[in-house]
């Protein structure tokens, strides 16, 4: 596939030419994506200024209605969607599947939302004055996203931006701009009015990025990705107090207590961490394992972990596909040998390959695990699951806590009472309770700490697109 830039409605060339975009399971060149930079992103932003007061003065039924044709056409086209996600990013198909039906809930979820933007009025302090507040959308969108989920984190952003009444222009990862292309002419296909979604796709992402960051017009900048790149954006955005939603990195513990039911434990624990081979922001990181079922807990991961299988993700019954790129190997291979060095005992797996450029991993199981290790500091993004032993629920409470990420967390115990003082003491934004896949289109998603800022889904993930105007009426 050759994929264009789609701008004011129209697909077109990038300047600067194209880019190769590859299948990271065996390097294969898939097709080219448009080069984008600042010229386009410029026009993109123009584009979505004349869209702006049309799309945003429709009805919020009309708008509704054009976004549950995209999910429409999204479930239609659900196989097509995937295939392209597994092509450029390597999850297995019947995850890329799963991201599909994930990604469309977001546009049917928020077609509901669009019509709940609520106003309130307020007793005034004099008899000849009356208070409203009205919401408002924010104004031109400027989107960008990362690899790892290629439709859901583009529809989780774009939904309920158009809801609200924003327009858009959406910049994906390098590494998977084809199904933001896909995306892009589902959008067309729907009879969204031009201008009101704009794709650039484009490898000089400091160059689209910054001309959201400088360009006046854009007035809300919504991110998913590194920490670090999230840092580079709150300061490029202090110039012009730009409005910013950061979801960044994680690195999310699981904590097993010691009145755990086992087996729940082992299969949310295989649900958080080997999904995506581990590639996810609210991936479980690092295990807290009590001490008295410690070995049940290893041994019980360690049968359920044989039977994931590695391999290309379109090969029958693989769980594992690879790893993005170089870079995330050698990450990956650096948290397993740093452990292993500082004495972690492999139970099982430990080693990765690498195949005409493409990286793989085994799911790894790690035990005799020390906090000094590296990966129990530092988001691995890989398949790679080291359990540590505590003594009590306290310990792992503020082991749990003792990081600068606050994303996602998880713990095990039947205990109901001891179960909340658990929920309520975790320092993170989602807390999974025997249950290791708690992200849903209806439910609030977003980090405490340096895992970010603001809402994506739920009730709440239209607010960063709006703004709120107190109107004070004198009679
Ligand atoms: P990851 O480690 O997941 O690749 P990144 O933060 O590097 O995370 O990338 C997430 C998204 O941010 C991608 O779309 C990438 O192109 C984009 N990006 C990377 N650097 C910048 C930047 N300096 N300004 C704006 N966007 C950027």
Redesign the pocket.
Known sequence: MDGRLFINGEWSKADKGSFPVNNPANNDNIGTAADGGKKETQEAIEAAEAALSSWSGLTAAERSAYLKEIHRLMMDRQTELAEMITLEMGKPLHEAKGEVAYAASFLEWYAEEAKRVYGETIPAGSPDKRMMVIHQPVGVVGA?????FPQAMVTRKVAPALAAGCSVIL????DTPLSAVKFAEICEEAGLPKGVFNLVTGEA??EI??EFMNNETVRKVT?T??T??GK??MEQGADQIKKLSLELGGHAPILVLDDADIEKAVNGTVASKFRNAGQTCVCGNRIYVHDSVYDTFVEKLQEKVATLKVGDGFAEGVAIGPLINEEGYEKVDRHVKDAVDKGAELVTGGEGYEENGAYFYQPTILKNIDSDMVIMEEETFGPIAPVQKITSTEEGIRLANGSPFGLAAYFFTESMSRGMKVAEGLEFGIVGWNDGAPSAAQAPFGGWKQSGIGREGGHQGIDPFLETKYISIGL
């Open positions: 960008i996203t990362p690899w790892n910049k994906p990862a390098e992402a400091s990025g910054g991110f990705g590194s670090e790149v580079i954006l």
